[in-house]
């Protein structure tokens, strides 16, 4: 009830297979674990200069736990870059735990620091058979006032949605395969892009060689050169996608912030 004003939600009853909500932490939140959010926002997100703070303990007794860390890194919009500050609050009481963020972002253009931040809890809970379920929700609070607020709210409130479908994204990919949640720490942080693009090259080069298994045994030099091709091309098109993209958000937010310019009237000289 107390979050059902200006609340929004970005994830609601996500099932997952880890055992416990201890589990969840040792998994994906963890300083040291193997899904951890340094692997996500390097890998889904391209975040960059990315830094993880340990985990300090505030609260630790034999029923409950209170976690606080702090996360900087470098996030791409638009054609800008935004420099994040992350505070993460973790708290655990038996079964439930909840993360609370508060994330600070400085570096937009035309948006003056500290007017406003975003808001966050996870609400993470065992429930009767083995399994989790995780809800999140998400609030855009103003510290200033601004002829820009709207717009800021509605490129925040997407921003915000966005990284939490990339991130229920990653959960589910680590669910479907729960084996090897400890096996599979990538070598490096592009490791899931490359597995990405194997699937990508496999798929096209079978439009040009139906019999692919046949062929690349006889003329695998040839086969590695179409692959090569095909990356080029895609890679291109990517970059070209790229800067179209960038510029369309550049032209959309300026055209928004010229609706806020007040037009001063003209005053006729005698």
Same mark, same amino acid.
């Given at each position: ?59 630790? =007794? ?40 508060? =994330? ?161 009237? =003209?005053?006729?000289?005698?």
């Amino acid at each position: 009830q107390q979050l059902a004003k200006g609340w929004e939600s970005a994830i609601v009853n996500l099932r997952l297979p880890c055992k416990s909500v201890q589990d969840h932490f040792d998994f994906f939140l963890m300083d040291d674990a193997t899904n951890s959010l340094n692997v996500f926002q390097s890998d889904a997100m391209g975040d960059k200069h990315i830094s993880i703070g340990a985990w300090q303990t505030d609260v630790s =007794t034999e029923d409950a736990k209170t976690l606080s860390r702090t996360i900087n890194y470098e996030h791409k919009s638009g054609v800008s870059i935004a420099n994040v500050t992350r505070k993460q609050t973790y708290q655990r009481c038996g079964s439930h735990a909840c993360l609370k963020n508060v =994330t600070n972002i400085k570096g937009i253009p035309a948006v003056p620091s500290d007017t406003f931040f975003v808001e966050d809890i996870w609400f993470i809970d065992s429930t009767i058979n083995e399994g989790i379920i995780l809800s999140v929700k998400f609030n855009i609070k103003f510290t200033k006032s601004t002829m820009l607020k709207s717009i800021i709210k509605n490129r925040a409130m997407a921003e915000t949605k966005e990284w939490y479908r990339q991130y229920s994204l990653f959960l589910r990919q680590m669910q479907q395969k729960p084996p090897l949640l400890k096996e599979i720490a990538p070598t490096t942080s592009s490791a899931k892009s490359n597995s990405d693009w194997v699937e990508l090259l496999l798929s096209s080069a079978r439009q040009y060689m139906p019999d692919l298994s046949t062929w690349s045994h006889t003329a695998p030099i040839l086969f590695l050169v179409v692959l090569a091709l095909i990356i080029y091309q895609l890679k291109q098109r990517v970059v070209v996608l790229e800067e179209i993209l960038e510029e369309f958000e550049r032209r959309l937010f300026e055209l928004e912030k010229s609706q806020f310019v007040v037009q001063l009237p =003209t005053v006729e000289t005698p």
